[in-house]
């Protein structure tokens, strides 16, 4: 499968340095970023029309980050030449037959002169490895370990996701502290939560061919991959690009900072021990991470074989990834305790989850609609929604599709449901930076939410005497608590965490040490929601529109 982007090695060596000194210049605060108002600087001496320009930037920040990297700059220009030539910008138009490497750079008018201009008034600074800009560090790494954090300034951001960083650190990171919203729910983010590539999580129970998914995308094995009938896969692996094919096991790759899974070490080492991360280059890898997991077993005994907490892992990986596929086998349409745990771990992150009945060839196509009718109304059993989930029906594997069962129908209907599937696939990139601003509300909402009832609980105490009965009381009709913060609050019921698990985590604390609720902190969340997250969105749209 592939990401529809332009690779680099499209434009000639000659090109891509001209290029570079292009970007070089356009790029005014020296960041490896060409915001929006560098472009408009920048591609206004194309002298090509505005609704063009606004489509050059439309294509080339496909995944609406607000900026352009080398890489799309490139593409830009490429556009911008084919646009001079007289082609109408599209979408596909640099996938097309364009000889892209011989394409010569667009007409920019007087940027020779300010570029000579520029070599006279100073002698640049040579940041270039083979032809290529050195990528800088973002300066927004550093906000999660400098003390002076708070103060970051609007011009420091220069993306989507460097304005959420900072809105984080600024307005939501002091209240999730405040009321212990990291011991309750979900870890405090660091850097690399904001800049993990897009990921995609594969569950079904075993043999339902969750490790020959990922090497049918890959096209190839990938490291510490093994495939069988059996239960083969035994360990959460975390497949995603790395400068050579290696295996990094959990410990490792939980304490490095440049990875988005110092979250996993609150589950122990018995966990981490299951845990590994297998690298390799690979184009795909470059725009998606795949988490290929365990397979869920059914009954009690097997449960409680496993040394860690499988359906809180699954859990944390959930509210992390972008796509989440359930791989059912034709042969294995029951859902297990197990199984029925996980997906109900998944509530919240509906909009996420996919259904794929694979090794579909395997059977006719009559007994495949009646496979189709079992598995959704297994699945009816277990999701509690009145919407129909979608499932894609197919046989993800390399070996071509088995027409003897299936049929010449049978192959027409796989080939279409790939199709979609891939598709499904291939938006994820696109759709990353949306997905994480969606993310980032839904965690402030539910920030906000257990501010308020961790402060009732507090208020709730009395000053002196009887201080462990009371609090035993609340902890026993937390239920009831729920619905008096909802009632005072207006809030809305299905926002709120589920209360046998909230009640186990309250166990471990006395509510007299509990924070009294601030406004000023759930002010400053809701000023967030309410207006620094659109004027970022504002900021950030295509600056052409």
């Known amino acids: 499968m592939e990401i529809s982007s332009v690779p680099i090695s499209s434009c000639s060596k000659e090109h891509q340095k001209i290029y570079l000194e292009w970007f070089k210049f356009a790029d005014s605060d020296n960041d490896g970023r060409i915001t929006g108002s560098d472009a408009i600087k920048f591609f206004g001496m194309s002298n090509l029309s505005r609704q063009d320009l606004k489509q050059v930037w439309a294509i080339t920040d496909s995944k609406r980050q607000g900026f352009l990297g080398f890489t799309e700059f490139i593409a830009a220009m490429q556009l911008v030449s084919l646009a001079q030539a007289g082609h109408e910008i599209t979408n596909d138009l640099l996938t097309s037959n364009a000889d892209l ?208 907490d499988f359906t809180g892992v699954t859990s944390w990986f959930a509210s992390k990834c972008d796509l989440i596929l359930l791989l059912f086998d034709p042969h294995k349409l029951d859902v297990s305790d197990e199984f029925k745990r996980v997906i109900s771990s998944l509530r919240g992150h509906d909009d996420k989850i996919r259904v794929v009945l694979n090794k579909a060839d395997q059977i006719d196509t009559q007994q495949l609609m009646r496979v189709y009718g079992a598995l959704m109304w297994s699945l009816g059993k277990v999701l509690n929604t009145p919407e129909v989930m979608r499932v894609y029906i197919g046989s993800f594997n390399e070996k071509p599709v088995n027409e003897a069962a299936s049929g010449p129908i049978g192959k027409e209907l796989f080939e279409r449901e790939q199709e979609d599937l891939l598709s499904d696939l291939k938006d994820i990139p696109k759709k990353s930076c949306d997905r994480r601003i969606n993310e980032f509300v839904k965690r402030a909402r539910a920030a906000k939410i257990h501010a308020y009832i961790i402060s009732h609980l507090r208020k709730e105490m009395p000053a002196l005497i009887g201080k462990a009965k009371t609090q035993k009381r609340l902890t026993d009709n937390l239920e009831d608590e729920f619905k008096k913060v909802q009632r005072e609050f207006h809030l809305p019921p299905g926002d709120f965490p589920n209360v046998e698990q909230f009640r186990e985590t309250l166990s471990g604390y006395s509510f007299d040490n509990f924070e009294k609720l601030k406004p000023s902190m759930i002010k400053a969340v809701d000023d967030m929601l309410g207006y620094d997250i659109p004027e970022l969105l504002k900021n950030f749209r295509n600056p052409y529109d």
């Open 101 to 308: 490497e011989n394409l010569k750079p667009p007409v920019m008018e007087g940027l020779d002169v300010l570029l000579a201009k520029k070599k006279r008034s100073n002698k640049t600074n040579e940041n270039e490895v083979n032809g290529t800009p050195v990528v800088q560090q973002s300066p927004s790494a550093l906000w999660f370990s400098s003390k002076s954090a708070k103060k970051v300034p609007l011009s420091a951001v220069t993306s989507i996701v460097d304005g959420l960083k900072r809105l984080y650190i600024q307005k939501l990171k002091p209240l999730e502290v405040t009321y212990r919203f990291n011991d309750f729910v979900s870890p405090l983010l660091t850097n690399s939560d904001f800049d993990a590539k897009p990921m995609v999580m594969l569950l079904g129970q075993y043999s339902t061919g969750k490790t020959t998914f990922i090497k049918h995308l890959l096209k190839t094995s990938y490291p510490g991959a093994h495939i069988g009938p059996e239960p083969t896969t035994d360990r959460f692996v975390v497949v995603m690009s790395g400068p050579d094919e290696r295996s990094v096991p959990g410990n490792t790759i939980a304490v490095q900072a440049d990875m988005p899974f110092s979250g996993l070490t609150s589950f122990g080492t018995s966990f981490l021990s299951k845990f590994e991360c297998s690298q390799m280059p690979h184009s795909l890898l470059e725009h998606i991470t795949f988490v290929d997991t365990p397979g869920v077993l059914s009954g009690e005994k097997q449960r409680t074989q496993r040394a860690y």
